[in-house]
């Protein structure tokens, strides 16, 4: 009974050290992709400081191209962070999550289980103690009644087992 609630107990632990790691390493994967949108925007930023710098001068074909650069990064790195946002836990979440309900069910059921194992000792215990007291208190009835009795039904029986013979 208890090697089967530390079993439970394993399972447990094991079963959330692996959800542990499922969504660890889904924050590194989303982290990493967090930091390749923040480089790129920081690129579309620069360009767009250098097409700043450009739009001042009286030329317009190179302002425009920075300009149309800076765009196309700070769109690629609004992509980039869209895609790290929905990133999830694959399917072996969903197995991990099942042991550890299965473990839970399990400590449950074997805490139950020993809780009824001890009520029952405890009954035991109870009943002992009251046959301990009634033969302090009262020797000749428990005596009559542990040993008296069943000698006369001995004797009875052996009484009856002899006009049978005969």
């Not at 660890?24 to 990493?32: Q, S």
């Not at 694959?90 to 194992?117: F, N, W």
């Not at 002992?128 to 009559?144: S, T």
């Given at each position: 009974?208890?090697?089967?609630?530390?079993?439970?107990?394993?399972?447990?632990?094991?079963?959330?050290?692996?959800?542990?790691?499922?969504?660890?390493d889904v924050f590194v994967r989303r982290a990493a992709l967090f930091?390749?949108?923040?480089?790129?925007?920081?690129?579309?930023?620069?360009?767009?400081?250098?097409?700043?710098?450009?739009?001042?001068?009286?030329?317009?074909?190179?302002?425009?191209?920075?300009?149309?650069?800076?765009?196309?990064?700070?769109?690629?790195?609004?992509?980039?962070?869209?895609?790290?946002?929905?990133?999830?836990?694959?399917?072996?979440?969903?197995?991990?999550?099942?042991?550890?309900?299965?473990a839970i069910e399990s400590i449950h059921a074997d805490t139950r289980?020993?809780?009824?194992?001890?009520?029952?000792?405890?009954?035991?215990?109870?009943?002992?103690?009251?046959?301990?007291?009634?033969?302090?208190?009262?020797?000749?009835?428990?005596?009559?009644?542990?040993?008296?009795?069943?000698?006369?039904?001995s004797i009875i029986r052996g009484l009856r087992g002899k006009k049978?013979?005969?």
């Amino acid at each position: 009974m208890i090697d089967n609630l530390l079993r439970d107990f394993q399972v447990l632990r094991r079963a959330d050290f692996l959800i542990g790691k499922i969504w660890l390493d889904v924050f590194v994967r989303r982290a990493a992709l967090f930091a390749i949108a923040v480089l790129i925007a920081a690129f579309g930023v620069g360009m767009a400081n250098l097409a700043g710098l450009h739009a001042l001068e009286p030329s317009v074909g190179p302002t425009w191209a920075a300009c149309v650069v800076a765009v196309v990064d700070l769109f690629l790195a609004a992509i980039v962070m869209v895609f790290a946002r929905s990133s999830r836990p694959g399917p072996e979440i969903e197995l991990a999550m099942e042991v550890r309900k299965m473990a839970i069910e399990s400590i449950h059921a074997d805490t139950r289980d020993m809780k009824v194992a001890f009520d029952s000792m405890g009954q035991e215990v109870r009943d002992a103690k009251q046959a301990i007291l009634g033969v302090m208190h009262h020797p000749l009835d428990a005596a009559a009644q542990r040993l008296l009795i069943p000698a006369a039904l001995s004797i009875i029986r052996g009484l009856r087992g002899k006009k049978s013979e005969a």
